[in-house]
C-alpha cells in the first residue's frame, strides 16, 4: 500500500476503487433532498407512560403499555439498570408496540429479577431519547390465608368497642376491609357522620355505647384482595361480652397509642381516639405548636372543619385538608381515676406534578439557554430533582451545564451541537414519579468549514481525493468548480456527500488519473438557506497549456464583470486577454491579474459586447488560445406606481394596475404578487374565496396591467408587480384599499328579561374604515326620538359595541337604537326593544274585614306586575268556584302594570268566618 503525502492524498488504482465504491453506496443511502428531510424532525414525547407502581397477581399476569409520539417514529425500549431487557420464555415477552407483557406463571416460575424489580421505558429517534419514570414491578403470587376477628370482645358497660380484622402480616398491604356485617346486615366505611357505628378507612369498627343488647349480636368483617379482586369473609364471627364495672377504672387505651396517618390533601380525615374506663373517659385534642413544637395546644373545636363524630367519644374528623393541618396531635382521656393519651403524626400530601418551559426551543449556537421545571405536590425536597439529557443524567460538574436546585433551573451555556436533543427533569418521593420533557433544536447557523483541500502540484497519472468538510443548520450542500465553471461532465470525476453522526456535512471530490488538462483552480462551496461558504485552492498538473472550453457570458450593464480564464498546465509563464485582436486592457475600467482573471468595471453594452480571447503561454513557448463570447444585457426597470390607491375606491367599483417598463431587453416575463403570494405562476396559485375576479392582461412586450372588474374588501392588500429577464428582476408594489360601508355581523335583537337579571345587546359590524358603534335610547314611549345613550350605573359599553346590562331593573325598559357609520355611505341602524320583566307582588299582604251576619261582603286583592297575570281564591285552602256556590262573585280589572280582583260574599253567615287567600300566578 502507498502512504498518503502530506496532503492526505493517495495515490494508488486500488484505493481509487474504494472511493468509487464508498461514493457510490452514500449517494445510494441519501436520495435526493435527503438533508433538507433531515429537518422534519420531532423528538419522542410519551403518549402512555407507565405507572410509578404495577402490581399483578401470577395467576392473571400482567401488562405493561409505553407509547410516544414523534418523527420519525419513536422507538421504544425496557431497561433494567439502564440495559435494554430481552425475551425470556413464558415470564416477559416485549411487542412490537412497546408493551411488556408479563404472563401468568406457576409459584415455581417466580423470580425476583423479572417479577420484583425496576423497570424503564425509553424511547428515542433521531431527535433525541426520554425516558419514563421508574416503574416498581411487583408480582404477587398466590397463597392461601383467612381473615380473623377475636371469638369475643370485652367491653364496659357504656363505653366504645373497636372490633379489627386479624390479616396475616404478608399479605396486609393487599387486603382492604369493605365492610363489617352485623347478623346478616352490612355496615359500610362511613365517617360522614356519627351514629351507633363508624367504620373507619383502616376498617376498625367502633361501636359506641355498648349496652346488653349488643350482646346478643354477632359480627364478621369482609375483605376484599385489591390485586385479584377476590372476596373473603373472617372465617369465625365475634360478639361483645358487656360487663359491669367493677368500680372504678381508669382510662385504659383500646388502639395503638402512638400511630402515623397519611391523607391526601382535601380529602377528610379521623384520628382515632378511644379508651375504656369508668366513669365514662372524657376526651381532649391538642397539637403540636407549629412555631415551638414543644408547645401543645388545645384544638378550637368550633372551627368548622373540626368535628367530634360522636359526643363523649374521642373520633375527631378534620374535613378539607390542608397542608397547614400536617404536624402532631394528642388525645388526652381521662376521668376522675387516671389519665391516659393517645399520640398521631399526620402527614398531608398531594399528588406530584412538574411542568418544563420552554417545552421546545429553537437555539443559536453559540447562545445560552435555561430551561425550568415547576414542581407541585408534597411531600418532595429540591435535592430529588434530577435533570437528564437524552436518557443521560446530568450534573453541576459538566463545565456548560449549571443545575441550580432552589430555582428548579438547568442553565446550558455557549450551546454547541451536542446539546440538542431531549431534556427531562424527575421529582419523586416515595409514592410517585413524575417527568416533565424539553426539546432544544437548533437554530438555523451559517455554514463553516472545518475542513478544507490545500494547493498540490502532481504529475499526471494519479488519482486525486479532495475534501471538504462543512457544519451548518440546516446541514448545507456542497457545489465543487472547476475554475468559476461547473465540473466537467466526465467519467473521471464523481462528487459525492454525506451527513455525520454529529451532523457534519463531508463531500470529495475524486478524480482518477488525472491529467494535465485538469489543473485549476477548484473550489468547494457550502450553501445553506442561511449563508454560502467557500473554499479554493490551485491544483497544478505538469503539462503543456490548456484552456478549457468557456461557454458564452451574459454580463448586465452597469455592473461589474469578472471572466477567469480556465488554464490548465503547469507551469504557466503568462496569460493574456485580448478583444478583437487588440491587447487589453484598453482603459482605465479592464484590469488583467497575472493568474489569468479579467475584470471589466461599469459595463457597457455598446464598447464591451463581443468575442474575447484568452492566451496562456509556457516557457517552452508552448502557447493554446481560446475565445469566449460576452453579451451585455440591460435589466428590466419598472416606471414607478402610485404608492396607494385609497380613499378613492369603493365596493363595485373597477380598478387597473399597469406596470410599465423603461427599459430592459426581451424577452420580458411578468407575475403579480398579492400580499406577497402568487396571483398566477409557477410557485403558488393565488386564490380568493368565491371567485377572485382578477384578470392579468400583457398588454404589449413592455406593459402588463392586472384588472379587478367589481373590486371587493377581499381585494385590499398590496400588490406587486414583478418583471425579469437573463439580466435581472425588478418590482414595483403599490397598496389597493378598497373602502367597504358597515354592514351586520352582529345585528341586534329585541331582549325580553326578568328584573335583577343581567343580559346583553350585541350591536357589531364591518367594514372600512372600521364602523364606529352607538347606542341611543328612545325618549319616553317614542320611538321617532332618540338621546344618546346618557350614563347609567348598571350598564356598560365594550369596545366592540356590545351593551351589558347587569342587575337589570324596570326603568332600563325601552327602545334601543344601535347605529354604524363609517362615512362610507349612510351607514346602518337597527331599532330593538328591551322588555324587563317584574316579579308581581302584592302590596298589602294581610287585611282584616268585619261584615254584619246577612250582608255582602267584598274582598279586595290587588296585584302588581307584567301581565298577564291570574289571581284564585281560597277558603280555608281550598278554591273559590263560584259555578258551585252562587253566594260568590268574582270581578276582575287589569292594570297597565297588574291587575285587580274583586270577590264578593252574598248574606254572610257566621260559618263564613275564617282565612281567605288570593294566590298569584305569571307566565314568566
Not at 8 to 29: D, N, P, R, T
Not at 288 to 317: C, F, M, Q, S
Not at 741 to 751: G, I, K, N, S, V
Not at 757 to 781: L, N, R
Request: net charge neutral; aromatic share 8%; with cysteine.
Amino acid at each position: 500500500m502507498i502512504a498518503p503525502n502530506r496532503n492526505g492524498v493517495m495515490h494508488s488504482s486500488w484505493l481509487l476503487c474504494y472511493y468509487h465504491s464508498l461514493i457510490l453506496l452514500l449517494i445510494s443511502i441519501l436520495p435526493q433532498g435527503s438533508l433538507v428531510s433531515l429537518l422534519d424532525i420531532q423528538g419522542p414525547l410519551f403518549r402512555i407512560e407507565p405507572p410509578y407502581r404495577f402490581e399483578f397477581s401470577n395467576e392473571v399476569g400482567g401488562r405493561l403499555d409505553c407509547s410516544a409520539q414523534g418523527s420519525p417514529t419513536p422507538k421504544i425500549e425496557w431497561l433494567i439498570d439502564n440495559t435494554p431487557i430481552s425475551y425470556i420464555k413464558d415470564l416477559r415477552i416485549v411487542l412490537s408496540n412497546g408493551s411488556l407483557i408479563f404472563p401468568p406463571f406457576p409459584e415455581t416460575g417466580y423470580r425476583p429479577d423479572v417479577h420484583a424489580t425496576v423497570y424503564r421505558c425509553r424511547s428515542s429517534n433521531e431527535a433525541g431519547v426520554i425516558l419514563s419514570r421508574f416503574v416498581h414491578v411487583k408480582a404477587v403470587v398466590k397463597q392461601k390465608y383467612e381473615i380473623n376477628v377475636n371469638y369475643e370482645h370485652n367491653v364496659i358497660l357504656g363505653n366504645t368497642a373497636v372490633l379489627r380484622c386479624q390479616i396475616p402480616s404478608y399479605m396486609a398491604e393487599y387486603i382492604l376491609v369493605t365492610s363489617w356485617i352485623q347478623d346478616d346486615v352490612n355496615i359500610y366505611l362511613n365517617t360522614d357522620t356519627g351514629g351507633k357505628y363508624v367504620v373507619l378507612n383502616s376498617g376498625d369498627l367502633y361501636i359506641f355505647n355498648a349496652n346488653p343488647n349488643d350482646g346478643y349480636k354477632s359480627y364478621r368483617c369482609r375483605t376484599v384482595n385489591k390485586i385479584t379482586g377476590e372476596a373473603q369473609s373472617s372465617v369465625f364471627q365475634t360478639r361483645l361480652s358487656i360487663t359491669e364495672p367493677l368500680g372504678r377504672e381508669k382510662p385504659k387505651v383500646s388502639i395503638e397509642k402512638y400511630m402515623k396517618l397519611t391523607v391526601k390533601l382535601g380529602d377528610d380525615v379521623i384520628l382515632p381516639c378511644v379508651a375504656q374506663g369508668h366513669p365514662l373517659p372524657t376526651y381532649s385534642w391538642y397539637r403540636e405548636n407549629r412555631e415551638d413544637r414543644t408547645n401543645l395546644r388545645g384544638l378550637d373545636l368550633t372551627n368548622p372543619r373540626y368535628k367530634i363524630l360522636v359526643e363523649k367519644a374521642g373520633l375527631l374528623k378534620i374535613s378539607n385538608i390542608r397542608l397547614e393541618d400536617e404536624g402532631k396531635y394528642l388525645c388526652w382521656i381521662n376521668n376522675t381515676v387516671g389519665e391516659d393519651t393517645i399520640q398521631i403524626a399526620l402527614s398531608v400530601t398531594s399528588p406530584l406534578s412538574i411542568q418544563i418551559s420552554p417545552q421546545l426551543e429553537t437555539i443559536d449556537l453559540g447562545k445560552d439557554v435555561t430551561i425550568q421545571c415547576k414542581v407541585s405536590g408534597f411531600p418532595v425536597s429540591s435535592q430529588s430533582l434530577l435533570w437528564y439529557h437524552n436518557g443521560q443524567m446530568l450534573n453541576s460538574v459538566a463545565n456548560r451545564h449549571k443545575i441550580n436546585l432552589t430555582d428548579e433551573r438547568l442553565h446550558v451555556r455557549n450551546v454547541v451541537k451536542e446539546d440538542k436533543g431531549m431534556y427531562q427533569c424527575f421529582i419523586s418521593n416515595d409514592m410517585d414519579m413524575v417527568q416533565a420533557t424539553c426539546e432544544i433544536q437548533l437554530g438555523d447557523a451559517s455554514p463553516e468549514l472545518i475542513y478544507k483541500f490545500s494547493d498540490q502540484t502532481l504529475q499526471p497519472g494519479p488519482a486525486l481525493s479532495l475534501k471538504c468538510e462543512a457544519t451548518g443548520n440546516p446541514p448545507p450542500q456542497f457545489v465543487w468548480t472547476l475554475d468559476g465553471f461547473a465540473i466537467p461532465e466526465n467519467n473521471r470525476f464523481v462528487v459525492g456527500q454525506y451527513v455525520t453522526i454529529h451532523d457534519d456535512v463531508i463531500s470529495h471530490l475524486n478524480i482518477s488519473s488525472v491529467k494535465d488538462e485538469d489543473g485549476g483552480e477548484y473550489s468547494c462551496t457550502a450553501r445553506n438557506s442561511i449563508a454560502t461558504v467557500s473554499h479554493s485552492a490551485r491544483i497544478n498538473i505538469y503539462g503543456p497549456p490548456f484552456i478549457r472550453p468557456m461557454s458564452k457570458v451574459i454580463a448586465v450593464a452597469g455592473k461589474d464583470l469578472t471572466m477567469k480564464c480556465p488554464v490548465g498546465g503547469y507551469p504557466i509563464e503568462s496569460i493574456v486577454w485580448e478583444k478583437e485582436g487588440k491587447l487589453l486592457p484598453l482603459d482605465m475600467r479592464h484590469k488583467v491579474l497575472p493568474n489569468g482573471v479579467l475584470k471589466i468595471e461599469t459595463v457597457n453594452k455598446l464598447t464591451d459586447s463581443g468575442t474575447y480571447l484568452c492566451q496562456a503561454k509556457n516557457h517552452e513557448k508552448q502557447v493554446y488560445r481560446r475565445d469566449v463570447q460576452v453579451y451585455v444585457s440591460t435589466p428590466p426597470k419598472i416606471l414607478p406606481m402610485p404608492p396607494a390607491l385609497s380613499g378613492i375606491l369603493r365596493e363595485g367599483q373597477r380598478v387597473a394596475l399597469t406596470c410599465q417598463i423603461l427599459e430592459g431587453d426581451l424577452p420580458l416575463s411578468f407575475e403579480w404578487k398579492k400580499d406577497a403570494r402568487y396571483i398566477q405562476g409557477v410557485s403558488s396559485a393565488y386564490n380568493i374565496q368565491g371567485g377572485s375576479g382578477i384578470v392579468i392582461r400583457r398588454v404589449d412586450e413592455f406593459t402588463s396591467s392586472l384588472v379587478i372588474e367589481k373590486i371587493h374588501s377581499m381585494h385590499s392588500g398590496n400588490y406587486t408587480c414583478l418583471v425579469n429577464n437573463n439580466a435581472g428582476t425588478d418590482e414595483a408594489s403599490v397598496q389597493l384599499i378598497v373602502n367597504v360601508p358597515p354592514r351586520w355581523t352582529f345585528e341586534p335583537l329585541d331582549q325580553n328579561i326578568k328584573a335583577g337579571h343581567s343580559v346583553t345587546m350585541h350591536c357589531q359590524a364591518e367594514g372600512y374604515p372600521k364602523p364606529s358603534i352607538t347606542w341611543k335610547k328612545s325618549v319616553g314611549v317614542d320611538t321617532t326620538e332618540y338621546k344618546d345613550f346618557s350614563y347609567e350605573p348598571n350598564v356598560r359599553q365594550h369596545g366592540n359595541g356590545t351593551l351589558e346590562f347587569t342587575s337589570v331593573a324596570k326603568s332600563n325598559q325601552g327602545h334601543y337604537l344601535c347605529e354604524a357609520k363609517n362615512n362610507i355611505g349612510s351607514g346602518i341602524s337597527k331599532v330593538v326593544f328591551l322588555r324587563v320583566n317584574s316579579p308581581p307582588t302584592f302590596p298589602q299582604k294581610t287585611k282584616q274585614v268585619t261584615v254584619m251576619k246577612g250582608e255582602k261582603a267584598h274582598l279586595m286583592c290587588k296585584a302588581e306586575g307584567d301581565n298577564p297575570l291570574e289571581i284564585r281564591w281560597r277558603i280555608e285552602g281550598k278554591r273559590v268556584n263560584e259555578d258551585v256556590d252562587p253566594r260568590f262573585s268574582i270581578r276582575e280589572q287589569v292594570l297597565e302594570e297588574g291587575m285587580i280582583s274583586e270577590l264578593g260574599i252574598a248574606n254572610v253567615f257566621r260559618q263564613d268566618s275564617g282565612t281567605l287567600s288570593c294566590l298569584l300566578s305569571w307566565d314568566s
